[in-house]
C-alpha cells in the first residue's frame, strides 16, 4: 500500500504511541477495537493485488483512541527458497523433491497457518524473539510441466506442511523467516490435501486432510450415483510410492498433529481416534477435550470428537449430530442431538488398517435398490446408497468410514460445504461456516429445508453440560452442542443468480463464500475468508459480535482465495491477522469488466504466472498491530 509521506510519518507516530499505550505499566486498557472497513478494488490493479486500505481503532478505558492504517505483509511467497528450500516444496515418500521441467514442483494453495511460541526455541541468526511458522499446503492447481499432464491437478499429487523459523522484530513484531523446511509425512504414508488447521492450546499445529479418498472405488466397486466425490488417490499414489496401487486411503482423511521442539524439529502423528471424513478442520473448547469437526463437501455431517483426557487426541469417542429444524430464516436454526458413533484409539484403528482392512470387510453395499429391507439407504458425500453391516464392524465402520456410518445410524448428512469452525470461550459457543448452502440443505426433503443461498451462511453452536446421547447415556463434555442458528448479518449476500456488470453474483457489502472462520475474543471480533467463485476478488472481513458491524479489511487477487486466517493477540506484544491467499487467477472466465486483458497480466506479473501465493499478515506498515488484549 503506497503512503504520502506526510501519512507516512503520521502513521508511524500512532504506532509508536500506540504501542507505548498497550505497554505493561500504562495504566491505560483497552476497552474495544473497532475496525473501519475499505472499498472494494476498483482498479485492474487493485484487483490483481492483496492488499488492506482499512483502518483498526483501538478505544482506551480513558475515553481516549488511536487509529492506525492496516497494512499487509508477505513473509513469503510459494516457489521462494529460503536457506535452499523452497516454500510449498512437494516430496515423495523418501522425502526427495517432485519436479517437472521447470525444476522442483511446489504448492500454489497454501492454507491453515499456525504461528507459534515455543518454549526456548533457538532461530539461527536471529536477533529478535523466536517464533515458528507452520503453514498447510492443500493442492496444486497447475499441471505439471512435463510435456504430458493436463488441466486442473487438485488432489493429484502428494502435499506438503511447511516449517519456518520466524525472528521477530523486538521494536515492531515484523515477522522475518530465517529458515524453512519441509516437515516430513514420510513416516505417516504422505500428506493428502492439507486444508485448514488450528493452534492447540497446547501449542501443536492442529491440521487436516480434506475430502478422504473413497476406499469402495478404491476397492474396484462402482461409484454411487451423485457422488460428489473427485479425487485421484491414483495419481497421489504414483508421485508419491512411484506406484499407483499403493496408497492406502485410510491413512488419509485423518487429524494430523505437528509438534515442533525448542530445536526446531517437526514431529507428525496421524489421529485415527478422531474419525475420518471431509475435515475442513477441528476446533477446541476450553476443556481441551471436545472438538467439533466441519465436514466440506456435499450431503456431509457434522461431528463432535471428546476426547478421553486433556490434550490428548489419540483416544476418545466420536459423535454425529441430528438436527431438526426449528426454523428457516438467514439458514435456518435446529435443535442438535447427538449420535454416539463409538468410542476408540488411535492403536486400535491403525491396527485395523494396517491389517489390511478394506471397505468391503465392512459393509455390504448396492447402488441400486436390493430389494431387502436389511439394508439401509443412505445419502452422503459419497452418493445414494444400500449399506449393509457385517458382523462385528461397528468400531472399523466408525472411525474409517464415519460419515457412512453416521448416516447408516441415522444421523443428518445433509450440510453442504461446512468449512472453518471458531470457538468463543466466553459465550460457550462455537461459530460455523457453511461457504454454500445447496443440494442437501436446499431441497424440499429431510431434516434440513432452508433456501439455496450460494453466498453461504455462518451459525452459532450452543453449547451446555450435562447432555445425553440419544440412547439417553451421558455424554461427557461439558461443552456439548445443543442449537445451530444462523447469524442474520453474516447470511451470504448471493444475488439469486443474477449478475452486476463485472459478473459478480453476490453483493459487495455481503459476505460470500464464507470458508475461513476465526474468533478473538479478547476483541469480540469474528473473522472471516472467503472461498468463492461467486464473487471476482474474495475478501477478509471483521464482524463485531456485540455491535455487530461488519468491516472488509482484506482483499486477495483475482480469484484467488482467502486463506490461512488466524489471528494472534499478544505475542510480546505484538498482534497479528494472520491470512494467505491461494491459486491467483485460477479462472477469470466469470469476469466481465473491461480490463480483463490488463487485470490477467497483472496476474500473472505479480504472482510467477500463477505459481506464487503468499503466506502473510494485516499489520501497521512498518510491521506488527499492537497487542489487543
Given at each position: 500500500?503506497?503512503?504520502?509521506?506526510?501519512?507516512?510519518?503520521?502513521?508511524?507516530?500512532?504506532?509508536?504511541?500506540?504501542?507505548?499505550?498497550?505497554?505493561?505499566?500504562?495504566?491505560?486498557?483497552?476497552?474495544?477495537?473497532?475496525?473501519?472497513?475499505?472499498?472494494?478494488?476498483?482498479?485492474?490493479?487493485?484487483?490483481?493485488?492483496?492488499?488492506?486500505?482499512?483502518?483498526?481503532?483501538?478505544?482506551?478505558?480513558?475515553?481516549?483512541?488511536?487509529?492506525?492504517?492496516?497494512?499487509?505483509?508477505?513473509?513469503?511467497?510459494?516457489?521462494?527458497?529460503?536457506?535452499?528450500?523452497?516454500?510449498?516444496?512437494?516430496?515423495?515418500?523418501n522425502d526427495r523433491a517432485l519436479a517437472d521441467n521447470d525444476g522442483p514442483m511446489a504448492a500454489d494453495?497454501?492454507?491453515?497457518?499456525?504461528?507459534?511460541?515455543?518454549?526456548?526455541?533457538?532461530?539461527?541468526?536471529?536477533?529478535?524473539?523466536?517464533?515458528?511458522?507452520?503453514?498447510?499446503?492443500?493442492?496444486?492447481?497447475?499441471?505439471?510441466?512435463?510435456?504430458?499432464?493436463?488441466?486442473?491437478?487438485?488432489?493429484?499429487?502428494?502435499?506438503?506442511?511447511?516449517?519456518?523459523?520466524?525472528?521477530?522484530?523486538?521494536?515492531?513484531?515484523?515477522?522475518?523467516?530465517?529458515?524453512?523446511?519441509?516437515?516430513?509425512?514420510?513416516?505417516?504414508?504422505?500428506?493428502?490435501?492439507?486444508?485448514?488447521?488450528?493452534?492447540?492450546?497446547?501449542?501443536?499445529?492442529?491440521?487436516?486432510?480434506?475430502?478422504?479418498?473413497?476406499?469402495?472405488?478404491?476397492?474396484?466397486?462402482?461409484?454411487a450415483t451423485g457422488t460428489d466425490d473427485g479425487t485421484d488417490i491414483n495419481s497421489f499414489s504414483k508421485?508419491?510410492?512411484?506406484?499407483?496401487?499403493?496408497?492406502?486411503?485410510?491413512?488419509?482423511?485423518?487429524?494430523?498433529?505437528?509438534?515442533?521442539?525448542?530445536?526446531?524439529?517437526?514431529?507428525?502423528?496421524?489421529?485415527?481416534?478422531?474419525?475420518?471424513?471431509?475435515?475442513?478442520?477441528?476446533?477446541?473448547?476450553?476443556?481441551?477435550?471436545?472438538?467439533?469437526?466441519?465436514?466440506?463437501?456435499?450431503?456431509?455431517?457434522?461431528?463432535?470428537?471428546?476426547?478421553?483426557?486433556?490434550?490428548?487426541?489419540?483416544?476418545?469417542?466420536?459423535?454425529?449430530?441430528?438436527?431438526?429444524?426449528?426454523?428457516?430464516?438467514?439458514?435456518?436454526?435446529?435443535?442438535?442431538?447427538?449420535?454416539?458413533?463409538?468410542?476408540?484409539?488411535?492403536?486400535?484403528?491403525?491396527?485395523?488398517?494396517?491389517?489390511?482392512?478394506?471397505?468391503?470387510?465392512?459393509?455390504?453395499?448396492?447402488?441400486?435398490?436390493?430389494?431387502?429391507?436389511?439394508?439401509?439407504?443412505?445419502?452422503?458425500?459419497?452418493?445414494?446408497?444400500?449399506?449393509?453391516l457385517k458382523p462385528g464392524m461397528e468400531k472399523a465402520a466408525a472411525f474409517l468410514e464415519t460419515r457412512?456410518?453416521?448416516?447408516?445410524?441415522?444421523?443428518?448428512?445433509?450440510?453442504?460445504?461446512?468449512?472453518?469452525?471458531?470457538?468463543?470461550?466466553?459465550?460457550?459457543?462455537?461459530?460455523?461456516?457453511?461457504?454454500?448452502?445447496?443440494?442437501?440443505?436446499?431441497?424440499?426433503?429431510?431434516?434440513?429445508?432452508?433456501?439455496?443461498?450460494?453466498?453461504?451462511?455462518?451459525?452459532?453452536?450452543?453449547?451446555?453440560?450435562?447432555?445425553?446421547?440419544?440412547?439417553?447415556?451421558?455424554?461427557?463434555?461439558?461443552?456439548?452442542?445443543?442449537?445451530?442458528?444462523?447469524?442474520?448479518?453474516?447470511?451470504?449476500?448471493?444475488?439469486?443468480?443474477?449478475?452486476?456488470?463485472?459478473?459478480?453474483?453476490?453483493?459487495?457489502?455481503?459476505?460470500?463464500?464464507?470458508?475461513?472462520?476465526?474468533?478473538?475474543?479478547?476483541?469480540?471480533?469474528?473473522?472471516?475468508?472467503?472461498?468463492?467463485?461467486?464473487?471476482?476478488?474474495?475478501?477478509?472481513?471483521?464482524?463485531?459480535?456485540?455491535?455487530?458491524?461488519?468491516?472488509?479489511?482484506?482483499?486477495?487477487?483475482?480469484?484467488?482465495?482467502?486463506?490461512?486466517?488466524?489471528?494472534?493477540?499478544?505475542?510480546?506484544?505484538?498482534?497479528?491477522?494472520?491470512?494467505?491467499?491461494?491459486?491467483?487467477?485460477?479462472?477469470?472466465?466469470?469476469?466481465?469488466?473491461?480490463?480483463?486483458?490488463?487485470?490477467?497480466?497483472?496476474?500473472?506479473?505479480?504472482?510467477?504466472?500463477?505459481?506464487?501465493?503468499?503466506?502473510?499478515?494485516?499489520?501497521?506498515?512498518?510491521?506488527?498491530?499492537?497487542?489487543?488484549?
Amino acid at each position: 500500500m503506497r503512503i504520502r509521506p506526510l501519512s507516512a510519518a503520521i502513521a508511524a507516530v500512532a504506532a509508536l504511541s500506540l504501542a507505548a499505550c498497550n505497554s505493561d505499566d500504562d495504566p491505560r486498557s483497552i476497552s474495544s477495537v473497532e475496525f473501519i472497513g475499505m472499498p472494494a478494488p476498483a482498479t485492474a490493479a487493485q484487483k490483481a493485488d492483496a492488499y488492506s486500505t482499512a483502518k483498526i481503532k483501538y478505544n482506551y478505558s480513558n475515553g481516549s483512541s488511536e487509529t492506525i492504517d492496516l497494512a499487509y505483509h508477505r513473509i513469503f511467497l510459494t516457489t521462494d527458497m529460503i536457506g535452499g528450500s523452497m516454500v510449498g516444496g512437494l516430496y515423495d515418500s523418501n522425502d526427495r523433491a517432485l519436479a517437472d521441467n521447470d525444476g522442483p514442483m511446489a504448492a500454489d494453495g497454501p492454507d491453515g497457518t499456525s504461528l507459534i511460541q515455543v518454549p526456548e526455541l533457538t532461530v539461527p541468526g536471529g536477533t529478535g524473539n523466536p517464533l515458528a511458522l507452520v503453514v498447510n499446503f492443500e493442492y496444486r492447481e497447475l499441471p505439471p510441466n512435463d510435456g504430458v499432464s493436463k488441466g486442473g491437478f487438485w488432489s493429484k499429487l502428494p502435499m506438503a506442511t511447511g516449517l519456518a523459523l520466524i525472528d521477530q522484530n523486538r521494536q515492531n513484531g515484523s515477522l522475518s523467516p530465517k529458515s524453512y523446511q519441509n516437515v516430513s509425512f514420510r513416516s505417516v504414508n504422505g500428506g493428502w490435501i492439507h486444508c485448514g488447521s488450528t493452534l492447540s492450546a497446547w501449542g501443536t499445529h492442529l491440521s487436516s486432510e480434506e475430502y478422504e479418498p473413497d476406499a469402495k472405488t478404491r476397492g474396484g466397486l462402482p461409484p454411487a450415483t451423485g457422488t460428489d466425490d473427485g479425487t485421484d488417490i491414483n495419481s497421489f499414489s504414483k508421485y508419491y510410492f512411484g506406484d499407483a496401487a499403493k496408497a492406502n486411503p485410510y491413512h488419509y482423511g485423518l487429524l494430523p498433529e505437528v509438534s515442533i521442539d525448542k530445536s526446531g524439529k517437526a514431529t507428525v502423528v496421524k489421529h485415527y481416534a478422531t474419525g475420518r471424513y471431509a475435515r475442513e478442520m477441528v476446533e477446541m473448547a476450553s476443556d481441551n477435550r471436545t472438538g467439533i469437526g466441519g465436514d466440506d463437501g456435499a450431503n456431509t455431517g457434522l461431528f463432535m470428537f471428546v476426547a478421553d483426557a486433556e490434550k490428548n487426541l489419540s483416544a476418545g469417542t466420536l459423535y454425529a449430530a441430528k438436527v431438526t429444524q426449528t426454523a428457516a430464516a438467514d439458514g435456518g436454526s435446529f435443535a442438535l442431538k447427538w449420535i454416539k458413533l463409538g468410542r476408540s484409539t488411535n492403536a486400535e484403528i491403525k491396527a485395523l488398517v494396517d491389517g489390511g482392512i478394506t471397505f468391503s470387510d465392512i459393509f455390504l453395499v448396492s447402488n441400486t435398490d436390493p430389494g431387502d429391507a436389511s439394508y439401509r439407504m443412505v445419502t452422503t458425500y459419497n452418493g445414494t446408497e444400500w449399506l449393509k453391516l457385517k458382523p462385528g464392524m461397528e468400531k472399523a465402520a466408525a472411525f474409517l468410514e464415519t460419515r457412512r456410518y453416521a448416516a447408516y445410524l441415522g444421523a443428518t448428512t445433509e450440510f453442504s460445504k461446512m468449512e472453518y469452525i471458531a470457538f468463543n470461550a466466553k459465550d460457550r459457543k462455537f461459530y460455523v461456516v457453511i461457504s454454500r448452502v445447496e443440494r442437501g440443505m436446499a431441497d424440499a426433503a429431510g431434516d434440513i429445508r432452508v433456501a439455496r443461498n450460494d453466498g453461504g451462511v455462518v451459525y452459532e453452536l450452543a453449547t451446555a453440560p450435562a447432555q445425553n446421547d440419544t440412547a439417553g447415556n451421558a455424554i461427557n463434555s461439558e461443552y456439548v452442542g445443543t442449537t445451530l442458528v444462523g447469524i442474520p448479518e453474516l447470511n451470504g449476500g448471493w444475488l439469486g443468480g443474477s449478475k452486476d456488470a463485472e459478473g459478480n453474483q453476490c453483493a459487495q457489502d455481503k459476505i460470500c463464500g464464507p470458508d475461513n472462520l476465526r474468533y478473538a475474543g479478547s476483541i469480540r471480533t469474528l473473522f472471516v475468508g472467503e472461498d468463492t467463485g461467486r464473487r471476482n476478488n474474495n475478501y477478509v472481513w471483521a464482524f463485531n459480535i456485540d455491535t455487530r458491524k461488519l468491516s472488509r479489511i482484506m482483499t486477495v487477487p483475482m480469484a484467488a482465495e482467502a486463506t490461512g486466517l488466524t489471528v494472534v493477540d499478544d505475542y510480546n506484544g505484538f498482534a497479528y491477522i494472520m491470512s494467505n491467499f491461494q491459486h491467483p487467477g485460477d479462472s477469470l472466465a466469470a469476469y466481465t469488466g473491461a480490463d480483463k486483458a490488463e487485470v490477467a497480466s497483472l496476474i500473472d506479473s505479480n504472482w510467477g504466472n500463477r505459481k506464487k501465493s503468499a503466506i502473510g499478515y494485516l499489520g501497521t506498515k512498518d510491521g506488527a498491530l499492537p497487542k489487543l488484549r
